[in-house]
C-alpha cells in the first residue's frame, strides 16, 4: 500500500483529554523526599522462586516458556487466604475445557499495570528518578535549558531536588530525559542505570523492588496460557529496558506512555529518535484506548493498584465473558509502603470504591503476600 | 501507577508531518472505475494449499497452529527460481543452529504490509469501496454532512462515484465510515461487509484475493519460529476483522492507522468509540515508527510492494545482524493487475530503485507465484 501523506495536522481540541493531553503528575509540595534506610530484613524465610527466569546476565532475548510437565507449584508466596484462592479459581474456572466459562487460550489476555503493581513506586516512581539523574548529567551539554525554572534548583540541591519540582518541572525532565536519542539508545541508557542505581531506602537495585508474589502471578497466568502484556504509565521504551529480564514478558507485549518519535537514516541505518515531547499518556481512560488498538481484544484478566487503572479495570470486567479484576492495595508500611486515598504517587480512591461495586479482587500486601520482594540471594 | 491528566493538548506543528498528520491519499482524477469482467480463469490448475486455515465458517478465534511435526512442504504456490531459493536459503541460515546468522525465535520479527503485499489492491484499496458504501447508507441519518462538497456525487452515482472523488473527499469518507460506533461494533461492520461484497472483476469476496503464495510464505515463517506482524496503512481495526480467520495473524499482531478513540460506558459495558479523525497514519515512516512503538524490536523479515513500504523495509533490513526485504512487484495484468511507477494506488517507484541498492528480493507475480489466488473451491 502507498498512501501519499501531506504535511498538515490537525488536531481534535475538544473538551476530551484525548490521547495527546499532556501529562501532568500531580506531586505535591509534601511528596516524600528519598529516605536512607538500612535494607529491610524479610519477615518470612525467603524460599527461592522457581517460576521465574533469574536475573542474572542481562539480556534482550526472551527466555523460554517453562514447559507445563515441569511448572513447579504456582503462587508460593502468596498466603493462603481468599485472594489466592479466587485467582485459582478463576484460573481453573477459565481453562478447564468442561466450565461453562472455558476460554479458548487466544482469549486469554491478561494485563498488569507496572508502578505499584509489577514493583513498588514510592517514594517516587522510579522512572522520575532516572529521568533527573539523566537530566542532571545533561545540563552542561545544554546551555538552552538554563533558562528553565527547575534548573536552578538542580544546580543546587542535584537529585535530591525532586522533591521540590512541581508537575510542570517533572513532566519536562521526563521528556527532556528520553529525547535526542534513538529509541533503542534510550533503552540501553535506562538498562545501565537499573543495573547501577540502588534504591534509597532497601539500597536494592529497583528491579530487585518488583513483588515476588506478583511475579509468580505472571508466570502462573502464563503456564495457564495466558498471554501478558504490560499496560502502564511508564515511557514503553523504559519498561522494555527490563520488562523481558525481570518479567519474562517481551517487548511487543509492553505497552505503556511514549514519545514523538521521527525516523532518521544515520551512517545508513534506520533508527527512531525521541522528540522532547510525550504523545500518548498510557493512564487512565488512555489505557483502554491503548489496549483496544494494540491488543484489540478485551483482556479478561487485569491488574492494577490505583486510580490509574480504573478504566482498564473497568473495560476487562465488563465484557460478556468471565474476568477478574485485581487491585493490589499497600497497606504494609514495613514490608513495603502504605498509601491509597490521599496518596500523591499511586492514587487509590475511585477504584477502590468501585472495587466494591463490581466485585474486583482487592490484594492486600500485608495480608496475602507471604513475601514482598524476592530475597537479594535469590536476584 | 496513577497520573493525574490535564485537557491540556499540545501539538509538533514543525515540519515533520509526524504520527498526527491528516491521511490524505492521492487518488487523481483518473483513478480507475470499477470494471465488472467475469472471473477470471486460472492459468494454471490448482492446488490446495495445505499451510494455511480454510476461511470456513467465520470465527475470531486463533487457529492453532500447525505442530512442525506435520507440516507439509511449504512455499507450494511458488514456482522454482531465485525468489523461492532466496526465501528459502535466508530462512534455513537464521534457523540453523550452527550457522553464524542464527537468530533466536524470539528475534524472528517479520511484518507484512497488507494492501498489494498480502491481498490487491486494485482498482482501488478495498477499504475505500467499504467507506463508501457504508457512508452512503449512513447519508439519510446524517442531515448535516449535506454540505459535504462530495455529497451530491454520492446521491448521483452511488459508489461508483468512487472514481471521481478527490483525495479529500475520500479521506473524509473513511473517516466517517468508522466514527460514531464502538470498534468492537465496526469490526463486525467490516466483517459482515467483507462477507458480502464482491469484488468487480473476479466477483469473488474480496478475501479471496489474497495471494496464495503470500500466505504460504505466512505460513512458512510461522512454521519456523517467526512472530508474524501485519503493518499497513488500512485501520487496524478493518484488517482485524478479517486478519485472523484469512492469515491466521491475530488482532494483537496487526498493527495498521488508527481512529482518535474514546472511552464510554454504555449500559454498563466500557466501550472504545471512534471520532471522525485519523489519529495515526501507518504509512510511510510511520511504519518503522509504529513497529518500534508497538514491536519494539527490528523485524529482520519486511515483505512490501510499494513505497510506502520504503521506509520500512529501510528499517528492517538495516540492522546489524541478517534480513531480508521482500518488495511484491505487480507485473502480471492477466491474472492480476500490472502497475509500478505511475500507479495511483500501490505506487512503486524509489522502494523499487532502493531495492537495487540494498539488495531488498523483488518478486514478479508473473514469473515467481505458479498461482496467484487460491482457488475458490478450496477458500
Redesign the interface.
Known amino acids: 500500500?502507498?498512501?501519499?501523506?501531506?504535511?498538515?495536522?490537525?488536531?481534535?481540541?475538544g473538551?476530551?483529554?484525548?490521547?495527546?493531553?499532556?501529562?501532568?503528575?500531580?506531586l505535591g509540595a509534601g511528596a516524600v523526599a528519598c529516605a536512607s534506610s538500612p535494607v529491610e530484613p524479610s519477615a518470612i524465610a525467603a524460599e527461592p522462586c522457581p517460576i521465574l527466569p533469574s536475573t542474572g546476565p542481562t539480556s534482550l532475548?526472551?527466555p523460554s516458556p517453562l514447559p507445563a510437565a515441569v511448572a513447579p507449584p504456582a503462587l508460593l508466596s502468596w498466603r493462603e487466604g481468599d485472594a489466592k484462592q479466587r485467582i485459582q479459581a478463576f484460573v481453573r474456572d477459565v481453562t478447564d475445557p468442561s466450565s461453562a466459562n472455558y476460554l479458548?487460550p487466544?482469549?486469554r489476555?491478561a494485563v498488569f499495570?507496572?508502578?505499584?503493581?509489577l514493583w513498588s513506586?514510592q517514594p517516587i516512581?522510579f522512572q522520575f528518578v532516572f529521568a533527573i539523574e539523566r537530566v542532571i548529567k545533561l545540563l552542561a551539554d545544554h546551555p538552552p535549558w538554563a533558562n528553565k525554572p527547575w534548573v536552578q534548583k538542580l544546580k543546587k540541591d542535584g537529585a535530591k531536588a525532586i522533591s521540590h519540582l512541581d508537575?510542570k518541572a517533572l513532566l519536562e525532565i521526563v521528556a527532556l530525559s528520553e529525547a535526542g536519542v534513538s529509541?533503542e539508545e534510550f533503552r540501553q541508557l535506562a538498562h545501565t542505570w537499573l543495573t547501577e542505581a540502588r534504591h534509597p531506602r532497601f539500597g536494592r537495585p529497583y528491579t530487585d523492588l518488583t513483588f515476588l508474589p506478583m511475579r509468580e502471578l505472571v508466570g502462573f497466568l502464563r503456564q495457564n496460557q495466558f498471554?501478558i502484556f504490560i499496560v502502564?504509565?511508564?515511557s514503553?521504551?523504559f519498561m522494555?529496558a527490563f520488562a523481558e529480564r525481570v518479567y519474562g514478558i517481551?517487548?511487543?507485549q509492553?505497552i505503556g506512555s511514549?514519545m514523538?518519535?521521527?525516523?532518521e537514516?544515520v551512517n545508513?541505518?534506520?533508527l527512531?529518535v525521541s522528540?522532547p515531547?510525550l504523545?500518548f499518556?498510557d493512564?487512565?481512560?488512555?489505557k483502554?484506548?491503548a489496549i483496544?488498538?494494540?491488543?484489540?481484544?478485551r483482556p479478561v484478566f487485569v491488574a492494577g493498584?490505583?486510580?490509574?487503572?480504573r478504566?482498564m479495570l473497568?473495560?476487562g470486567t465488563?465484557?460478556p465473558g468471565p474476568s477478574l479484576g485485581l487491585i493490589v492495595h499497600h497497606d504494609d508500611e514495613e514490608r513495603e509502603w502504605a498509601y491509597d486515598r490521599t496518596s500523591h504517587?499511586?492514587?487509590?480512591d475511585k477504584a477502590w470504591d468501585e472495587a466494591a461495586l463490581r466485585n474486583w479482587l482487592v490484594v492486600s500486601v500485608k495480608d496475602d503476600f507471604a513475601e514482598v520482594y524476592a530475597p537479594p540471594s535469590a536476584l
Do not use: C, F
Open positions: 500500500m502507498m498512501l501519499e501523506l501531506l504535511p498538515m495536522m490537525t488536531m481534535n481540541n473538551k476530551r483529554a484525548g490521547v495527546l493531553s499532556l501529562l501532568v503528575v500531580l532475548v526472551a479458548e487466544a482469549s489476555i499495570d507496572n508502578d505499584g503493581t513506586e516512581y508537575e529509541t498471554k502502564s504509565g511508564g514503553v521504551q522494555r517481551p517487548p511487543e509492553v511514549y514523538a518519535t521521527h525516523y537514516i545508513g541505518r534506520s527512531l522528540e515531547q504523545a499518556v493512564d487512565g481512560s488512555g483502554p484506548v483496544d488498538r494494540i491488543i484489540g481484544r493498584n490505583s486510580d490509574g487503572d478504566e473497568e473495560y465488563s465484557g504517587v499511586g492514587k487509590l
